[in-house]
């Protein structure tokens, strides 16, 4: 387990300025203000909150609002306040709100890979029971597809999970002998026979389900009303139209108790998919893989079995507009 930090700000105020030119005036006099704030070096020692037994949340906020600042955020100030404030609590980086650096423009080196897509991914087991074995469907008994996206290690990976659960898969890619090779290698290992074509068409046609790790951007006509589609491309939500159920991502919870622990400010500034990403990965010592997109096996499985040991549960998928319950999809399919 290795410790991290978590970068929150107070809450924005709304300040009430005089109407006429003096609120103008008064409303320019604030942005100098702002312009000119200095962001002293952090003094307090900040408070460690142990989420578990050798896992500890460095809790770094920062002295003012980034958003109630805006364009007249001091990025260079900033950057030099967090990182005295992780050499204080130790840590080489901190984790920072998507926010922040769209509002001031600076990087600094600090993490900020936590997106929640990784954990979606690591989740395909745990997404198949929620659709499919709680509601009385075998995943065995299911034509399942498999498109390529940009990585081997990836695609290797999802056929590697299914593997214990399927006898037969079809997947879908360009010509690639070493893709081949792999397939074959898995085939010699396992007994697990697949089909590989690189025709979306008629590889997609007769799918039951569809796990998408690229290869589709657009429209396939072919596709079952009645199949799903598990978009895990990394370039994030598609909205591909089509009568099939697709799903973008997911929705998580997290124990209360862990909730409580972190605090209301980093629950408002990380979604709880960021956090459980966030507080497993490092509880198993993988967040330098999600830093570095880099999947495989072993992270897959660590994040899935360290989802269901610590209570945390899937409550919720995104669709092309809205969030929907695993019965709704039921009633789809």
Same mark, same amino acid.
């Given at each position: 387990?290795?410790?991290?930090?978590?970068?929150?700000?107070?809450?924005?105020?709304? +300040?009430?300025?005089?109407?006429?030119?003096?609120?103008?005036?008064?409303?320019?006099?604030?942005?100098?203000?702002?312009?000119?704030?200095?962001?002293?070096?952090?003094?307090? +020692?900040? +408070?460690?909150?142990?989420?578990?037994?050798?896992?500890?949340?460095?809790?770094?906020?920062?002295?003012?609002?980034?958003?109630?600042?805006?364009?007249?955020? &001091?990025?260079?100030?900033?950057?030099?306040?967090?990182?005295?404030?992780? $050499?204080?609590?130790?840590?080489?980086?901190?984790?920072?709100? @998507?926010?922040?650096?769209?509002?001031?423009?600076?990087?600094?080196?600090? @993490? &900020?890979?936590?997106?929640?897509?990784?954990?979606?991914?690591?989740?395909?087991?745990? %997404?198949?029971?929620?659709?499919?074995?709680?509601?009385?469907?075998?995943?065995?008994?299911?034509? =399942? $597809?498999?498109?390529?996206?940009?990585?081997?290690?990836?695609?290797?990976?999802? %056929?590697?999970?299914?593997?214990?659960?399927?006898?037969?898969?079809?997947?879908?890619?360009?010509?690639? +002998?070493?893709?081949?090779?792999?397939?074959?290698?898995?085939?010699?290992?396992?007994?697990?026979?697949?089909?590989?074509?690189?025709?979306?068409?008629?590889?997609?046609?007769?799918?039951?389900? %569809?796990?998408?790790?690229?290869?589709?951007?657009?429209? =396939?006509?072919?596709?079952?009303?009645?199949?799903?589609?598990? &978009?895990?491309?990394?370039?994030?939500?598609?909205? =591909?139209?089509?009568?099939?159920?697709?799903?973008?991502?997911?929705?998580?919870?997290?124990?209360?108790?862990?909730? $409580?622990?972190?605090?209301?400010?980093?629950?408002?500034?990380?979604?709880?998919?960021?956090?459980?990403?966030?507080?497993?990965?490092?509880?198993?010592?993988?967040?330098?893989?999600?830093?570095?997109?880099?999947?495989?096996?072993?992270?897959?499985?660590?994040?899935?079995?360290?989802?269901?040991?610590?209570?945390?549960?899937?409550?919720?998928?995104?669709?092309?507009?809205?969030?929907?319950?695993?019965?709704? =999809?039921? &009633?789809?399919?």
């Amino acid at each position: 387990m290795s410790d991290f930090a978590l970068v929150i700000y107070p809450e924005q105020k709304q +300040e009430e300025l005089p109407e006429g030119k003096f609120g103008k005036y008064f409303e320019g006099l604030m942005e100098i203000m702002h312009s000119m704030l200095k962001i002293s070096e952090p003094e307090e +020692e900040f +408070e460690a909150v142990e989420l578990y037994d050798n896992l500890k949340a460095y809790l770094i906020e920062l002295p003012f609002n980034p958003v109630d600042t805006g364009k007249s955020c &001091n990025s260079s100030k900033i950057g030099r306040f967090i990182s005295k404030a992780c $050499a204080k609590v130790n840590m080489a980086n901190c984790i920072l709100p @998507r926010g922040i650096p769209e509002i001031c423009g600076f990087d600094g080196g600090i @993490r &900020n890979s936590f997106t929640g897509r990784y954990l979606y991914k690591a989740l395909l087991i745990s %997404i198949l029971d929620e659709i499919y074995t709680k509601r009385g469907t075998k995943i065995s008994e299911l034509d =399942i $597809a498999i498109v390529e996206g940009e990585s081997g290690d990836e695609l290797f990976s999802i %056929i590697t999970s299914l593997t214990p659960l399927v006898k037969y898969l079809t997947v879908l890619v360009n010509d690639n +002998e070493a893709v081949e090779r792999e397939i074959n290698r898995i085939y010699t290992d396992t007994g697990l026979s697949v089909m590989m074509t690189g025709n979306l068409k008629s590889g997609c046609k007769n799918a039951d389900l %569809i796990i998408n790790l690229g290869g589709i951007r657009e429209a =396939i006509s072919g596709i079952k009303p009645k199949a799903v589609v598990l &978009n895990y491309d990394n370039s994030g939500a598609c909205n =591909i139209l089509g009568e099939y159920v697709l799903i973008n991502g997911i929705e998580v919870s997290l124990p209360e108790e862990t909730l $409580a622990r972190i605090g209301g400010l980093a629950c408002k500034h990380f979604s709880k998919l960021e956090l459980a990403e966030i507080i497993l990965s490092h509880r198993v010592n993988m967040e330098d893989k999600i830093i570095a997109n880099c999947m495989d096996f072993e992270s897959m499985s660590g994040l899935s079995r360290e989802f269901k040991k610590t209570g945390c549960r899937v409550t919720g998928f995104k669709g092309r507009h809205n969030i929907f319950k695993a019965e709704d =999809i039921k &009633n789809k399919i």
